[in-house]
């Protein structure tokens, strides 16, 4: 991770942090920190790799288009299934944003709601909303998918870091059992990591926003499609 991508990634949160307004959140009533606002910050935290992919893209872009998964399909537009996906996840906490200077799409899954507290296993009253963000990606399958995991600084930094990594498997097979190509998707853990934080640990609303999983969407072109294999 570039040192000076991550200050300027941390200052930039930080005067976010402070002038984000806050919104009640639709599963608890609470008011809180907009989720949305961060995200709309285009991913400088918000989004594990900072305008990068796991892995090498151009190895998953041939995986992907290999196995029939992805193809670059002409006349897909962002915009329309960002705006599909908050249509279909309001009032479930969830939140939808363009991240990476509007070059992917980050969806943000509230802590409380998704998983119970400790726990890996995603909550039945949950699948529902997952269901309809499989579907979106079924219905755009020209994008490769990144889940991120990330959780607070109680318990022990290796409780944490299993913990995110399981978590975010765990969605990430749930996708695949909705349909998703497996060829498409890729998970990662980062634990209590700071760098990764949207908010203080310090506090109980922060340590609630730090504890997410994150699903980035990243649209593939043809000519990416063309360009990996060589054409």
Same mark, same amino acid.
């Given at each position: 991770?570039?040192?000076? #991508?991550?200050?300027? /990634? $941390? ?8 002038? %984000? ?12 920190? $907009? ?11 918000? &989004? ?63 802590? &409380?709601?998704? =998983? ?9 009253? =949950? ?8 579907? $979106? ?15 607070? %600084?109680?318990?022990?930094? /290796? =409780?944490?870091?299993?913990? $995110? ?12 059992? #909705? ?10 853990? =980062? ?8 908010? %203080?640990?310090?506090? /109980?609303?922060?340590? /609630? ?16 499609? #063309?360009?990996?294999? &060589?054409?």
């Amino acid at each position: 991770m570039n040192i000076k #991508r991550i200050l300027v /990634a $941390s200052t930039a949160a930080a005067a976010l942090l402070g002038t %984000s307004a806050c919104v009640t959140d639709p599963n608890t009533g609470e008011q809180k920190i $907009s989720r949305t606002a961060i995200g709309g910050l285009g991913g400088v935290l918000a &989004g594990g790799l900072l305008g990068g992919l796991i892995g090498d893209k151009t190895g998953r872009i041939i995986g992907a288009a290999a196995g029939g998964a992805i193809g670059g399909y002409v006349g897909y537009r962002m915009d329309e299934q960002i705006k599909e996906l908050r249509t279909n996840t309001a009032g479930t906490g969830v939140d939808v944003s363009e991240v990476d200077g509007g070059d992917a799409i980050l969806v943000n899954l509230p802590d &409380g709601v998704t =998983f119970a507290t400790g726990s890996a296993n995603i909550n039945q009253t =949950f699948r529902n909303t997952l269901d309809r963000v499989a579907e $979106s990606l079924v219905q755009y399958p020209n994008s490769l998918i990144d889940v991120y995991g990330y959780t607070d %600084s109680t318990g022990s930094d /290796a =409780f944490n870091q299993r913990l $995110s990594e399981q978590r975010a498997q765990a969605v990430a097979n749930y996708l695949t059992s #909705r349909g998703v190509a497996q060829t498409r998707i890729q998970s990662q853990g =980062f634990g209590e990591d700071e760098r990764y934080a949207v908010a %203080s640990n310090d506090t /109980a609303e922060g340590r /609630a926003m730090n504890r997410r999983v994150e699903i980035k969407i990243v649209p593939i072109s043809q000519d990416e499609v #063309r360009q990996a294999q &060589g054409m």
